[in-house]
């Protein structure tokens, strides 16, 4: 008697017939059921929040402060009264804030995946071989001048002038007595080891280091503090990626007389490029979304999406939910488009390639 | 001018050297094979560069300010050196209770519990020196356990005798507890995803979504679905009966709250990628053990989690250090209310910061690097190179 036929299946129990498998490669029917009502029920928890973002967005100043109201047109009645006011009567703050927003997060993570990736590439082909003493003087002779600079007064553009040049001259003499060398490894995970690096730690020195520089609340401090903070996950997913794709076509190229460069932009990046759109996506949704860096360095003219959220808790009127609404929603409305536009490549398994470990 | 400088390409073999043609004449051409010879250092040192500058020196700058004292003057700062005070004031001194929590007479649970820690540290250490012995691993797993012993010692003296625990114990809390679940779901979910199932894409992308939600926005919506008052549920809460509780000002209900937000965003990104894990498991594989009639369980013990395992672990471990920087969810749902009991470090620091207390507030931050370090070292240490040494 086998599994699939009527006799079989008539003596099972009911518990045996939905939740045993009676074919291969097929899910019994209560499996089934359990199955898909899980996964309704996580969609049910993961659209909820949304679905109300959204119609609070449409919602009167009344409705949202009365009781709840879940459904449009039939127990409320839909205005735009929360879109007018941030696109028509208060459209400068809105259009900037998106304009800045839109700027810094392309421009940060197109820097961060060139920048990322020729270290990625670099660290994956090239054998470095920097001298112990070389980092070690390095270190020494900037404390030097981050001492003469704190203690001495300073001004720090000659103290780390000086600096680099003693470490420029010292290290040239001496560099052949130095023995001991790290490898590529160690660099790579000095990199990555700066992802470990919680952003308050170093925000305030950034701040002060903007001020001097007469940067703050420019987006060029916003793009390049995004850049280093999202730099350690593009040389990692990177890295992985480049080890990946296997070396011929690029030394047949080199043989052939390309330079690295050519070879970098001609043949390695087009052939790393789903690897790239997955990691860009990700450097994207996080440069979009940060909102403590923003924090301190912009104030009014680098200001971002995030900054107006919190915005909208505007202190004596208490907070104007519906105009929060309205710009969370705006917010989410290019991520998820593209998302969608890059979901073969993410859902291909692109970043799983590198968390492999 | 930095170490990598020193790092010439080694291995590269070089274009023109065995073709032995005319050396390249013009300006122009020379520049391009000196940079192509130097090609390693240029690949390398725009990140090299920008980390040391935006990343190095502000770890240093940071150091310095835990370690003085600086006041706002007219028109720039007075910095003065104190030395270790910052530090003192949070762990021993008058902040001691916001950082690590009010102390209290430890009850027996607490002595219970701390006994049963040094004894399974002391016998983990060890197991150590008797099976291999290298100084500097020692070294590292005697900070660990001492942390570990502090963390446990901290957990008795507050919570297990009925007290309060400061940020330090709310950020291990959401660490800790919130990765567990966000593991648990995550996972639970790629395994159904990875099901024949219809639809299969629909959901994926679905369940991409709260990953892209700015934190603030979650933040916010989530205050918003909480509301007792006036949010969706509070039908569902006036008729338990708790129409007149509020979430911000229990400790434990605020803080499971902030939870369900950091899930909420973060269970997409451990489910993207254990999910392309469990599809990038062999289909043979489980069709050859359904053929011999393993069971679900046997076929899920045996065959997928050990092929996800790698994959779980560092996915794992980048949450975690995503974890410990927590700031946005209880800053927006609760200004770290009601008291203290759901303030993370970072929004500690935040606060410090914002009293113009700078000194303190680096040194908030570094008590923070100290302790990411060792449970992310100790993290990675423990399971990932256990595993490349048993194989």
Partial sequence: ?357 | MTPQNSGAPVTRPEPDAPAGLAAPTSHRARLSEWIDRRAGTFFIMPAVVMILIFSIFPLVASLVMSVSRIRLRAGGYKVSFVGTKNFEKQLFGSEQFHFLGTFREISLLGWVVMVLAALVLVWWLYRYVRSQFWWLGFIGRLITANLAFAIVALAATTLLSGNNFGTLGTTLFYVFVGCSIQFIIGLGLALLCSQQIRGRNFFRVVFFIPLMVTPIGIGYAFRMLADTTKGPFSIVWQWVGLGDFAWSTSAWAARSFIIIGDSWQWIPFIFVILLAACENIPRDFVEAAEVDGASQRQIFLEITWPQILPVAVTVMLIRMIEAFKIVDLPNIMTSGGPGIATESMSLHSLFAWRSLDLGQSAAISYLLLFVTVVVCVSFFNIIVLQRVRQT
Avoid at chain 1, 225 to 238: D, H, R, S
Avoid at chain 1, 254 to 263: K, N, P, S, V
């Fill in chain 1, 1 to 357: 008697m086998t599994k699939s036929s009527p006799d079989y299946q008539a003596n099972q129990s009911l518990y045996a017939r939905l939740f045993e498998p009676q074919v291969i490669g097929k899910m019994p029917v209560g499996t089934q059921i359990l199955v898909y009502s899980a996964l309704v029920i996580w969609t049910l928890f993961v659209l909820f929040p949304i679905y109300w973002v959204l119609i609070t967005s449409f919602k009167d100043i009344a409705d949202v402060n009365g009781g709840p109201y879940f459904l449009p047109w039939i127990d409320f009645t839909p205005s735009l009264h929360a879109w007018k006011e941030l696109f028509v009567v208060d459209y400068e703050d809105t259009l900037t804030a998106y304009m800045n927003s839109i700027i810094i997060a392309l421009a940060s993570t197109l820097l961060c995946s060139m920048i990322g990736s020729m270290a990625a590439y670099a660290l994956a082909r090239i054998e470095y071989k920097p001298k112990f003493g070389t980092i070690a003087l390095f270190v020494v002779s900037m404390i030097l001048a981050s001492i003469a600079v704190g203690s001495y007064g300073i001004d720090w553009k000659i103290a780390v002038a000086v600096a680099l040049a003693i470490f420029a001259l010292m290290a040239r003499g001496l560099s052949r007595r130095f023995t001991r060398s790290v490898g590529n490894g160690d660099i790579l995970f000095w990199m990555i080891s700066q992802r470990i690096l919680p952003p308050v730690v170093v925000v305030v020195p950034i701040y002060m280091m903007f001020q001097q520089l007469h940067l703050l609340d420019t987006h060029i401090a916003l793009i390049l503090t995004y850049t280093v903070v999202n730099l350690p996950i593009v040389v990692w997913l990177m890295y992985d990626f480049f080890v990946s794709i296997p070396k011929d076509l690029e030394e047949s190229a080199q043989l052939d007389g390309a330079t690295r460069f050519t070879t970098f932009w001609e043949i390695v990046l087009p052939m790393a490029r789903p690897g790239l759109a997955a990691t860009t996506l990700l450097v994207m949704i996080l440069a979009w979304n940060e909102y403590l860096l923003a924090l301190f360095i912009s104030t009014s003219n680098a200001q971002t999406m995030p900054i107006l959220v919190a915005a909208m808790n505007a202190g004596e009127r208490g907070i104007l939910w519906w105009s929060m609404s309205v710009v969370i929603i705006v917010m989410i409305i290019p991520v998820v488009a593209m998302a969608i536009v890059l979901q073969r490549f993410i859902s291909k398994g692109v970043l799983l390639g590198a968390v492999k470990g």
